[in-house]
């Protein structure tokens, strides 16, 4: 089985006949989305609700994580919304994320809390899977590295001055959930990669102020992204 995590602009998944399914963890319920039929073998999990109605910072990511291991995903692929901060990836643009720095703070971003499950450190240092990643480009060589993605806790957008950090400590791009669902991935031994798109430049960089690019940009990606995807799943 695998799976398509979706986020900001893609909270459904098109073109693929699903059924609804909740999926009960022990960290709560889970909605998500069960392939039929010929895409019997994919589930679209929209993490933020499939009404966007769940914040960033207050995304069950250990629920959802655990209801794709419970349902035997073995590969995702996460779609993520950033700001730019450098030009590698400009708003409107798609690439695969190489590296992440983790900013965010009180979230329940690990599932080893001590107890029977022991001391668990989990390896880091080859975050995405470099299959799906060589499926990936082959299937679209024009796909972008868009670097390192810093995720910051949100919800409010970061000032100026935080750019300019973010940018001096290596940053690419922003946005507010990848670190904190890689690392669960990771955790629950499921092979990732991640998509980011961006949607504005970060504060600061190249407008006084931020600007989002439009919903019908978004769509259009959002349609691309997700065929990709599914391209890409299925034939693994
Ligand atoms: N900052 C943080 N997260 C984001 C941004 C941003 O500018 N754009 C989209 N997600």
Same mark, same amino acid.
């Given at each position: 089985?695998?799976?398509?995590?979706?986020?900001?602009?893609?909270?459904?998944?098109?073109?693929?006949? #699903?059924?609804?399914?909740?999926?009960?963890?022990?960290?709560?319920?889970?909605?998500?989305?069960?392939?039929?039929?010929?895409?019997? #073998?994919?589930?679209?999990?929209?993490?933020?609700?499939?009404?966007?109605?769940?914040?960033?910072?207050?995304?069950?990511?250990?629920?959802?994580?655990?209801?794709?291991?419970?349902?035997?995903?073995?590969?995702?692929?996460?779609?993520?919304?950033?700001?730019?901060?450098?030009?590698?990836?400009?708003?409107?643009?798609?690439?695969?994320?190489?590296?992440?720095?983790?900013?965010?703070?009180?979230?329940?971003?690990?599932?080893?809390?001590?107890?029977?499950?022991?001391?668990?450190?989990? #390896?880091?240092?080859?975050?995405?899977?470099?299959?799906?990643?060589?499926?990936?480009?082959?299937?679209?060589?024009?796909?972008?590295?868009?670097?390192?993605?810093?995720?910051?806790?949100?919800?409010?957008?970061?000032?100026?001055?935080?750019?300019?950090?973010?940018?001096?400590?290596?940053?690419?791009?922003?946005?507010?959930?990848?670190?904190?669902?890689?690392?669960?991935?990771?955790?629950?031994?499921?092979?990732?990669?991640?998509?980011?798109?961006?949607?504005?430049?970060?504060?600061?960089?190249?407008?006084?102020?931020?600007?989002?690019?439009?919903?019908?940009?978004?769509?259009?990606?959002?349609?691309?992204?997700?065929?990709?995807?599914?391209?890409?799943?299925?034939?693994?």
């Amino acid at each position: 089985m695998k799976a398509i995590i979706g986020g900001t602009g893609v909270d459904t998944l098109e073109g693929i006949d #699903s059924e609804r399914q909740v999926v009960n963890t022990p960290y709560g319920d889970v909605a998500l989305f069960v392939g039929k039929g010929k895409d019997a #073998s994919l589930v679209f999990l929209p993490r933020h609700g499939s009404d966007h109605s769940i914040l960033p910072h207050l995304i069950n990511y250990r629920a959802n994580v655990k209801a794709l291991e419970i349902l035997g995903v073995t590969h995702a692929i996460g779609i993520y919304a950033v700001g730019s901060i450098t030009e590698k990836l400009a708003p409107g643009k798609v690439g695969l994320v190489s590296d992440f720095v983790d900013l965010s703070s009180g979230r329940e971003h690990t599932f080893y809390t001590g107890g029977e499950r022991g001391v668990v450190h989990t #390896s880091m240092d080859e975050v995405f899977d470099a299959t799906l990643k060589a499926k990936i480009l082959k299937e679209d060589e024009s796909l972008l590295d868009s670097g390192v993605y810093i995720c910051t806790n949100g919800p409010r957008l970061e000032t100026p001055a935080e750019i300019r950090y973010l940018r001096c400590i290596g940053g690419d791009i922003v946005g507010m959930t990848l670190a904190t669902e890689v690392s669960l991935l990771r955790e629950a031994n499921i092979s990732t990669l991640a998509l980011a798109y961006s949607i504005n430049w970060a504060a600061g960089i190249e407008h006084e102020h931020v600007t989002f690019i439009t919903d019908e940009q978004i769509a259009s990606l959002k349609g691309s992204m997700t065929e990709l995807c599914c391209n890409v799943l299925q034939s693994s």
